[in-house]
T-cell receptor, first 111, second 118 residues
Framework: GENVEQHPSTLSVQEGDSAVIKCTYS??????FPWYKQELGKGPQLIID?????GEKKDQRIAVTLNKTAKHFSLHITETQPEDSAVYFC??????????FGTGTRLKVLA | ETGVTQTPRHLVMGMTNKKSLKCEQH?????MYWYKQSAKKPLELMFV???????ENNSVPSRFSPECPNSSHLFLHLHTLQPEDSALYLC?????????????????FGPGTRLTVL
């Protein structure tokens, strides 16, 4: 079946450094790729998304890049802060209504 | 606040109990979803409703029974669960309404119900 692979599973960075999380997908028809942040005790919250007709999107310290040929997309967080510590999930669309999620990356920003 | 609420936030039940999870969305969306989130596993889609009609049942055991009385409310009825059903159950909604093609509508999640089956 279709799947989304996400790496790394855990990531520790020093405050102020950048963090990069990468995902690859298998469904060549996927055309929408959201990223979610999940803090302890909360549901996933959308932080940024990208559609297949765009190669890069940026929102303040967060950016996402998409390479449709290689079927991979990445989340970039610059100038990390302790409040960025959370679990991050990527997803890709597969069929109607369906998201296929990655397994998550636990990001820890060290003060 | 995402506009999606879930109750209860925590639930402990025995294997012979019957309980229900409730989800309500205040976003005017047409599609609602149930997901299961277990440790070290990707979010698993369980059910999808679009305009109150079930459009997806991802091979979920019959001990989970969804109900969608209107576009704003979604329930998950639970009976004779197993300990391996213990997980975080997440509800989501999206604008949706389309009947074909790929979905590009953002899904908004509730805070989840932490379920423990003894």
């Amino acid at each position: 079946g279709e799947n989304v692979e996400q790496h790394p599973s855990t990531l520790s960075v020093q405050e102020g450094d950048s963090a990069v999380i990468k995902c690859t997908y298998s469904d060549s028809a996927s055309n929408y790729f959201p990223w979610y942040k999940q803090e302890l005790g909360k549901g996933p919250q959308l932080i940024i998304d990208i559609r297949s007709n765009v190669g890069e999107k940026k929102d303040q310290r967060i950016a996402v890049t998409l390479n449709k040929t290689a079927k991979h997309f990445s989340l970039h967080i610059t100038e990390t802060q302790p409040e960025d510590s959370a679990v991050y999930f990527c997803a890709g669309t597969s069929g109607t209504y369906k998201y296929i999620f990655g397994t998550g990356t636990r990001l820890k920003v060290l003060a | 606040e995402t506009g999606v609420t879930q109750t209860p936030r925590h639930l402990v039940m025995g294997m012979t109990n019957k309980k229900s999870l409730k989800c309500e969305q205040h976003l005017g969306h047409n599609a609602m979803y149930w997901y299961k989130q277990s440790a070290k596993k990707p979010l698993e889609l369980m059910f999808v409703y679009n305009f109150k009609e079930q459009t997806e049942n991802n091979s979920v055991p019959s001990r989970f029974s969804p109900e969608c009385p209107n576009s704003s409310h979604l329930f998950l009825h639970l009976h004779t669960l197993q300990p391996e059903d213990s997980a975080l159950y997440l509800c989501a909604s999206s604008q949706e309404g389309m009947t074909s093609g790929l979905s590009t509508d953002t899904q908004y999640f509730g805070p989840g119900t932490r379920l423990t089956v003894l």
